[in-house]
Every structure is written in structure tokens, then in C-alpha cells.
């Protein structure tokens, strides 16, 4: 067999290199500098967590820092005094490792450490989406060694997989890992001295929230999120911010399209699927009908579904359906809008966006939406309806899964208009009485208040203080996180 033309020696000594803490007790320099997200004190407990005999799996798109979140988990249990030659990693896209499976490399690394059995290691395996039918190899390793913590990280190639899948049900516990929220953006770059503590009325009552005293240098850095901000490595460096259509394209969103598993889902026209991408990227935020995409795209219907069903589990587009002018969920669909999941995706295939331009309000809009993408409990719609001759639309409404009622709605600007003429906010007006909703949110540019409109309470933010606050990584902790959105 080709496995076997590899000696194990060799396949020892890389082990070795890439696990330098069995004898220097630390995870390499590169990494221990670089500054966690704020997502690891939310993923670390589940690595620790050992009552409950299932492998993690860290899921997400290219370059958000899965590999990099691993190390430092590592580290940690390093630092709480786990032995360091009590944990493994193995970078599964190494070609040495080809045509093995998990079990095969656990067995090595066991050989590579001088010990016979896996009882209470830590044992990393990164980029999984390489070694074929991964999920039913990590299901035996779950079974057989029930003693051992397995934790594996994927790009979107494996959160396809993974959900064409119920091999790993009640053996997998998923964790996604977005892009960059806003509120990372800012601790990544040490601003926080922009934010401080505040409250607002919504509702009748007071919340808290974190607001700003610098509104413009906080938009400047909104903006520049939007453009730049979606990847760890991009915030940091100029040089890529310079030309980023070389590194997000090539290395992100071509990967994603051409080589992640398309084949899955039956695509065979990879440039095609390319094509139809870049032009639902131009025009993230707006309203799509499969008839509108069919004429201007000139692909077959059912070929457009297959494209949206890849893009979506690809994590790089996000479908909103529909709700009518009483939340209730259209039988049939026939318009939906589409959101890119990081609005620097679209910065990367074509130009920076400025506050001034046309399409400035609908990246404010992909941004808000993309502080909420991971979180996949909240029912999120929009509203649409026709009324005779009029018709009306709110950007987002929240509907209560259980009572299958809207709970919240915010209408997304950018904008102050609003804020001085409130009473031309006609549709979420009639939203909120047809729903006996009391309240309702605007963004604004920098615009701040509580205006009562007809007996709705309008509460005015500015759209960068919402998208930190609710792109907050501790989400329910967060006063305003909870209670509007």
C-alpha cells in the first residue's frame, strides 16, 4: 500500500516537530503571542469537560483561527498542569499522514511517546475535512476509547459533511467558530477605551449595553471592520489590507468554491458556482426571487437551490426567509434575501466600501446580520407583505419559536433621517400594531434616544454600537444582547 512506503520513523519525527510541548513543555512562540478571541473562554470548557463522552468538533470557515484557538487550548491545559505528553496534535492535511486513519494516527503518536494505552490524553486532530468519511472514523474513536478527549477542528468542508451526516449523533458536540464579531475587531485592536458602560429605555424598562462617547472614530472602525474586519490575520496586517482580494479570494473564498467537497452537493461547473457567488456578493442585503436569479443568472432553478444549499453550508452566505405582515411563514417562497456571512467577502471580490456610498446601507445591514449568523437558535425573518397598493417591509424580525409570534423587529439604517422624521417609519409602525408589539429598534448613523411614535417605542442606536453589542461573544450575559436582540 502507498501508507506503507512512508517509514514510521519519518512519521515519528514529524509528530515530534509538531508537538514541540512533549519536551519543551510549551506550544511554539508563533502562537503563544498571538492574542486569543474572545470565543476561547467559551470553547475551552468543552475540551475540559470530560463526563460527557463526546469529541468536539471545532467548525468554521477558512482563516478564523481554528488552529490557533487549538494551540491555546492546549497551552491552557498545559498551564492547569495536564502533562504536556498527555496531549497530541496531528495536522491531518499533511500528506505524510496519507491514507491513514484517526486510529492509525492515535496508535502512532502513542508509539512516538513510548505509552500503550490513550487513557486521559488530550488528543487534537486539525482539518479533518481531508481524511475521508472522518465522521465515522472519529465515531469508533468516541466508542473505543471512551477515556480520551477528542477534539478535531474543519472548514466549511466539514460542516458539510457533518450535516449530511447522523453518524456522529450523541457522540459530537459542534462548536462554531465565526468570523470576527465586532466587538473582537475592537479587542484585537486594544480600542475598548471607545466603549464604556451605559443604558437605555426599551420596552418601558432600562437596559444595559456598552456605548460609546467617540462616535465618529468608532464608525471610522466600523467601517473599516466591514471592509477588513472579518479575519484575524487581515486586522492585523496592513500589507493584506492593502491587496485583499489576493488573500481572501484566493485563499478563502476560491478554496471554499473550487476545492472544499462541491462535489457533494453534485456541482460540477465550479466557475459557474464562482460566478453566480461573486454576483450574490455585490448585492448582499437585498431581496431575491428564484425567477429574478434564473433570468439574470441564466442557471436552472433547481441548479440555483443546489448553489444557495452549498454557499449556506460553505458558511459563506446566509438565506432569511420571508414572514408576512403578521410573522406568519409563507407556504410557498418565492422571495428570500441573502447575506453574506463576513461583509469583508465582498470588499475582497471587489472595492472597500465608503460611509458615503449607495451600498453603504446594505453592508451595515450583511454586518448586523453577521453578528448573529452562529447563533442558530434565534428564528431571525424578515417582513414582507403587500396591502392593497401599498406595501411594507421591516429588516428584522424576531419570531418566539414557541408561540410562533414576533417578539422583537429592528429596522436597520444608515441614517439619521429617521430619527428627526420618525413618523416616515410607516411599515414597522404598522408591524408592531398589527403584532402588539410596543416597541421597536432603529439604527441610525450616530443618532441615540427613545422617541414614542402613535404608542410605539422607537429606540434609536447607532449601528455600531448595535452590531458590538450584539455581536457580543458572551451574548446572554449582555443586558441589551437579550433584550433587544
Known amino acids: 500500500m502507498i501508507s506503507n512506503t512512508i517509514p514510521l520513523e519519518k512519521r515519528i519525527e514529524r509528530l515530534q ?24 473562554d467559551v470553547f475551552y470548557p468543552f475540551v475540559t469537560d470530560l463526563e460527557i463522552k463526546r469529541a468536539v468538533v471545532l467548525m468554521g470557515p477558512r482563516r478564523v483561527g481554528k488552529t490557533v484557538m487549538m494551540y491555546h487550548a492546549i497551552q491552557e491545559l498545559i498551564d492547569q498542569q495536564v502533562s504536556a505528553t498527555q496531549i497530541i496534535f496531528v495536522g491531518i492535511d499533511n500528506p505524510i499522514y496519507m491514507h491513514l486513519g484517526l486510529e492509525d494516527l492515535l496508535e502512532i503518536s502513542l508509539k512516538a511517546l513510548g505509552k500503550k494505552d490513550a487513557v486521559g490524553m488530550y488528543v487534537f486532530f486539525d482539518e479533518i475535512q481531508y481524511l475521508k468519511d472522518w465522521e465515522r472514523h472519529l465515531k469508533v474513536l468516541v466508542d473505543r476509547y471512551p477515556e480520551t478527549k477528542f477534539i478535531v477542528s474543519g472548514s466549511a468542508a466539514a460542516a458539510l459533511k457533518l450535516q449530511s451526516t447522523e453518524s456522529g449523533a450523541g457522540r459530537f458536540t459542534e462548536f462554531m467558530l465565526p468570523p470576527l464579531t465586532f466587538q473582537e475587531y475592537i479587542h484585537l485592536k486594544g480600542l475598548h477605551h471607545l466603549m464604556h458602560a451605559s443604558s437605555i429605555v426599551y420596552h418601558g424598562k432600562e437596559v444595559k449595553y456598552s456605548g460609546t462617547h467617540d462616535i465618529r472614530t468608532l464608525n471610522e472602525e466600523f467601517f473599516h471592520y466591514l471592509n477588513f474586519g472579518g479575519y484575524p490575520e487581515v486586522v492585523l496586517s496592513e500589507r493584506i489590507q492593502s491587496d485583499p482580494g489576493r488573500y481572501i479570494k484566493s485563499d478563502i473564498v476560491d478554496k471554499v468554491l473550487l476545492r472544499d467537497l462541491p462535489s457533494l452537493y453534485g456541482i460540477r461547473d465550479v466557475q459557474e458556482l464562482n460566478s453566480f457567488f461573486g454576483y450574490l456578493a455585490y448585492n448582499s442585503g437585498k431581496e431575491f426571487s428564484f425567477e429574478n436569479l434564473c433570468r439574470d443568472s441564466g442557471i436552472k432553478k433547481d441548479i440555483i437551490k443546489k448553489y444557495l444549499e452549498y454557499l449556506a453550508a460553505a458558511f459563506l452566505i446566509k438565506v432569511i426567509h420571508k414572514v408576512d405582515v403578521h410573522a406568519r411563514k409563507l407556504q410557498r417562497v418565492t422571495t428570500f434575501k441573502v447575506y453574506l456571512t463576513n461583509p469583508s467577502l465582498r470588499t475582497a471580490m471587489f472595492s472597500p466600501v465608503r460611509e458615503s456610498d449607495d451600498e453603504a446601507g446594505n453592508m451595515v445591514e450583511t454586518a448586523i446580520f453577521s453578528q ?114
Request: charged share 25%; glycine share 6%; with cysteine.
Open 17 to 40: 516537530f509538531e508537538n514541540p510541548w512533549w519536551v519543551g513543555n510549551q506550544i511554539q512562540d508563533v502562537y503563544k503571542q498571538m492574542s486569543k478571541r474572545l470565543y476561547f
Open 372 to 485: 448573529w449568523m452562529h447563533r442558530e437558535k434565534l428564528n431571525l425573518k424578515y417582513a414582507s407583505w403587500r396591502l392593497g397598493r401599498s406595501t411594507g417591509e421591516v429588516d428584522v424580525v424576531l419570531v418566539d419559536t414557541k408561540f410562533f409570534k414576533p417578539s422583537r423587529c429592528v429596522e436597520v439604517k444608515w441614517s439619521n433621517r429617521y430619527f428627526s422624521s420618525p413618523k416616515e417609519l410607516g411599515s414597522l409602525k404598522y408591524f408592531c400594531e398589527q403584532n402588539k408589539l410596543t416597541a421597536a429598534l432603529v439604527t441610525s448613523i450616530d443618532k441615540e434616544g427613545v422617541i414614542e411614535v402613535g404608542g410605539t417605542s422607537i429606540t434609536f442606536l447607532p449601528a455600531a454600537v448595535y452590531a458590538y453589542n450584539i455581536g457580543s461573544v458572551r451574548f446572554d450575559a449582555m443586558d441589551l444582547g437579550a433584550e433587544i436582540l
